[in-house]
């Protein structure tokens, strides 16, 4: 298993310990400022799965977000759909 991945899988069991610790907290307490470390929590947990998929998945977000490729039928800006294509509108 390489490093990286240990250490990132090892810093996700640490956040979800302490996403469940804060929301007990919040639970027991009704702070808002322990609700709030919670949501810093869970946040920091999502970034913790985004990042292992991006570098173990080979999967990049500009290749998300830059979905306008040339349709080789009309050299047109086809997108997600085939909507926005004009040859497969007519």
């Known amino acids: 298993m390489p490093p990286m991945l240990i250490s990132l899988l090892q810093v ?9 610790i804060y929301c007990y907290l919040y639970v027991r307490e009704k702070k808002d400022y322990l609700r709030i470390w ?3 929590w869970f946040f920091q947990f999502l970034r913790f799965i985004c990042e292992i998929w991006l570098v173990y998945r080979n999967f990049s977000l500009p290749e998300v977000f830059d979905r306008h490729i040339k349709c080789p ?6 997108s997600w759909d085939v909507y926005f294509c004009k040859q ?3």
């Not at 996700?12 to 469940?20: D, T």
């Open 12 to 20: 996700i069991v640490n956040s979800v310990i302490l996403l469940i």
């Open 38 to 40: 919670a949501l810093g």
């Open 73 to 78: 039928e009309c050299l047109y800006d086809c």
């Open 88 to 90: 497969a509108n007519t």
